[in-house]
């Protein structure tokens, strides 16, 4: 069975870091690409990042972009959302998710696995 799960969530203050992982269990995990996505309370679901499969190439949406890094240890099965300068409108549960290509981080539904989520809180 196909297992993702989220680690690194947390209470930090505006302007502090964070740094979420990612652990894969029960597929290829240097097959699939990984993304980042987030969803505060009343919003829908937002891409963050991507990590691609396909040719090591990362995204990074403008929620993110700047002052966040994606990153992946294939031997590992692990990836990794460093987050710096936090702020309250960063304030969401935050997921990885699992899938074939990076092509589709504006269509969350797409996305075939999922963690379970962390959750975030960035205090003013």
């Known amino acids: 069975e196909v297992q993702l799960v989220e680690s690194g969530g947390g209470l930090v203050q505006a302007g502090g870091s964070l740094r979420l992982s990612c652990a894969a269990s029960?597929?290829?995990?240097?097959?699939?690409?990984i993304g980042w996505f987030r969803q505060a309370p009343g919003k829908e679901r937002e891409g963050l990042s991507c990590?691609?499969?396909?040719?090591?190439?990362?995204y990074y949406t403008e929620s993110v972009k700047g002052r966040s890094t994606v990153s992946r240890d294939n031997a590992k099965n692990t990836a990794s959302l460093q987050m710096n300068d936090l702020k309250p409108g960063d304030t969401a549960v935050y997921y990885c998710?699992?899938?074939?290509?990076?092509?589709?981080?504006?269509?969350?539904?797409?996305?075939?696995?999922w963690g379970q989520g962390t959750q975030v809180t960035v205090s003013s």
């Open positions: 998710a699992a899938d074939l290509s990076c092509d589709y981080m504006d269509s969350p539904s797409s996305w075939t696995f």
């Open positions: 029960g597929l290829s995990f240097d097959d699939y690409s």
């Open positions: 990590f691609s499969s396909r040719d090591g190439r990362t």
